[in-house]
Every structure is written in C-alpha cells, then in structure tokens.
C-alpha cells in the first residue's frame, strides 16, 4: 500500500514537473535576431587640418567593423564642401565655419575644436610671444623685420595656406578681420604638414597650423600672453580657435549615420581628445 501511495506521488510530481516546463517554454520570449553586420563604403574629402583626425577615426571604425571601408580624401576645406553638396563625398570636412550659401544645402556637425598655433623657427629664440595686432600687420605685410617685434634683425619669411584653405579662411576671420588681407607676398603652401615643414626649414619664417600638426621641428608663440593648450581653448583664453565639422547633403543615414554617431561617441571622442577639444 505504501509502495503505491509513493509511486502515485511521483508520477504526480513529474507531470507537473513537465507542465511547468512546458509552460515555461511558451512564455519564454523568442532570442532576438543578432545586429546586422555593418558593410559597405563610405567617401570622405575635405579639410587638409581634419583629415589627421578623420583617419584615426576611420581607422578604429573599421577596426569596429572589418567589412566596412572608408576612403578619406585631404582636399581642402572649400573643395570637400563642393563634394558634399555635388553628392561625389558622402561627408564633407571643414576647419572653417560654412558660408551662408554653403550652410544653405548641407548638414553641420561639429565634431571637435581645434586651436590653431602660431609657429616660428626653433631658432628664433626671441620671439615668444606675438599679439593679434601684430600678427595682422605682419601677414599684411606692415611688419616685414622681426626686430620690430623683439626678434633679431631678420627680414620675415611669411608662410599662408592657400585661397579656399579652412585654416587659412579662419586665420582671415580670426586674426586679419574685414579691413586686412594677407600679403601677396606671403608664401603659399598647399598643406598644414606643408606650412610646417617650411617654418621648419627656414629659421626667419612664421606659420600657422593645427595643433594636430605641432611636433619638435617648430616652436609655439603665445598669443597675448596665452600659448595653445587644451585648456586655454576650452576656457576661450586662446583666441585663435576654430570648429572642425563634418558635413552632409542630408541627414545622416544609413552607414553615414554610423560613423558620425561614433565619431560623437565616447570612442570618437576619446581620440578627438588626444589632439584637440572634444564634445
């Protein structure tokens, strides 16, 4: 009699055991369906000051994502505007603010801030420090001999960027304003890497670059007294700084939209950081 009670309990028990079972696999929700992999090719083209930092971008993104590719062109400012509204880039660069017109067709995306420094020959120990009055009428070409200025009796070697530059079209906006122009007898070079290697080679010249661009071949002037540093940009001390941006015909979508939301990202950020001022 006991024997059977024990087994009536047992069968008992393991029929609910397989209901509950049963049950517990219909309630449970269904796994959802993993991520697509992201794929495909996105142009770039634009800001020769940018593009350092668009490559290391590009770089961990498709680290990110091995089936992705990003073609990141150096064309300048200007140039990677006309991409973007034309359709031939995906995304634009530029280190300058858009014009009206410009600002007109396209999306704005500020990804970082970026300080431009102004830079002379290591040499030129004298000169550490420059005010924006001074600048002007050296790049007007006012000031043509660093002794007026504190340097030795050294005839300037004045280094631009070329017209349609970011950088050169915010050193305008900035430094020589509505009533100056930069000298036609300034040196033009094609590049910020090119403005740096001429200051560089030459021990009476001055330029201007990125701080992205800055390495041991060149020495930093303050300006008014405040040298270029993370800080003294964020806190707006230092008075040459401009926005470095993204732009698209659109609004972002698609793969597009991946890149820049990582680029405003934690990640991207992370190594916007490493040169200029993020988010």
């Known amino acids: 009699m006991f024997k059977s009670r024990w087994m009536l309990v047992l069968v008992a028990t393991l029929f609910a055991v397989s209901v509950l079972a049963g049950c517990g696999q219909r309630d449970a929700p269904p796994a959802p369906d993993p991520a697509p992999e992201l794929q495909g090719t996105v142009t770039i083209a634009g800001s020769t000051s940018v593009h350092p930092l668009t490559e290391a971008l590009a770089a961990a993104f498709m680290t990110k994502h091995p089936k992705v590719t990003i073609n990141a062109m150096s064309v300048g400012s200007t140039a990677g505007i006309k991409a973007a509204i034309d359709g031939t880039a995906d995304i634009g660069t530029s280190s300058r603010e858009l014009k009206a017109e410009e600002a007109a067709q396209l999306q704005r995306i500020q990804v970082c801030t970026d300080g431009m420094a102004i830079i002379t020959h290591p040499k030129n120990e004298a000169v550490t420090d420059l005010t924006l009055e001074q600048m002007r009428k050296i790049y007007a070409g006012e000031i043509t001999n660093w002794k007026e200025v504190g340097g030795p009796d050294k005839a300037i070697a004045v280094i631009t960027r070329e017209e349609g530059s970011g950088t050169r079209g915010a050193f305008e906006e900035v430094v ?104």
């Open 176 to 279: 020589m304003g509505k009533d100056a122009k930069i000298s036609a007898r300034a040196i033009v070079q094609p590049s910020s890497g090119g403005v740096r290697a001429a200051v560089a080679g030459n021990p009476d010249a001055i330029g201007y670059a990125s701080m992205g661009y800055l390495d041991d071949s060149v020495k930093v002037v303050a300006v008014g007294g405040v040298t270029p540093t993370l800080d003294s940009i964020r806190d707006g001390s230092y008075p040459v700084s401009r926005p470095f941006l993204f732009v698209t015909k659109e609004a972002p979508a698609g793969l597009v939209k991946e890149f820049i939301d990582f680029s405003l990202g934690p990640e991207g950020q992370e190594i916007a950081a490493e040169d200029y001022i993020p988010l």
